[in-house]
């Protein structure tokens, strides 16, 4: 089993894969009873912000993780995925802009995100 921060770089990890800008981990721990951690992307088009939460959906199922509600993937300008203890927010750009959730949590840690080397097809572990 992973802990909220390992399963917060995974959900990095799934929007980076799917060219999400902007990746940011608020550290919300002891803040609220919602999440510990948030991670905010942006994608520049609804298209491309389906794509980036597919791709957070399927970095997580790998790991053997499944969100607990999902919200907005219909309209794909703010899509919710809630993991738990992790909330993944993943904006359509000019939505981000609009609700600014960075200034609503401005005195939250941040923390770096990390992305990990993909292992190339047929490469020799």
Not at 21 to 47: E, H, K, Q, V
Not at 54 to 67: H, N
Not at 80 to 108: I, S
């Amino acid at each position: 089993m992973y802990n909220s921060l390992e399963t917060a770089q995974f959900c990095a990890e799934g929007a980076e894969s799917k060219k999400a800008f902007d990746i940011l981990i608020l550290d919300l721990r002891g803040l609220n009873y919602i999440a510990d951690y948030f991670i905010i992307c942006s994608g520049s088009n609804t298209t491309q912000v389906g794509a980036i939460a597919d791709g957070i959906g399927q970095a997580l199922a790998q790991a053997g993780l499944r969100y607990s509600h999902v919200e907005g993937k219909t309209e794909a300008t703010w899509v919710l995925m809630d993991y738990g203890d992790v909330v993944a927010h993943v904006f359509e750009e000019r939505t981000r802009t609009h609700y600014n959730l960075e200034q609503l949590w401005g005195d939250v840690p941040r923390i770096p995100v990390v992305i990990r080397p993909r292992e190339l097809p047929g490469a020799a572990s």
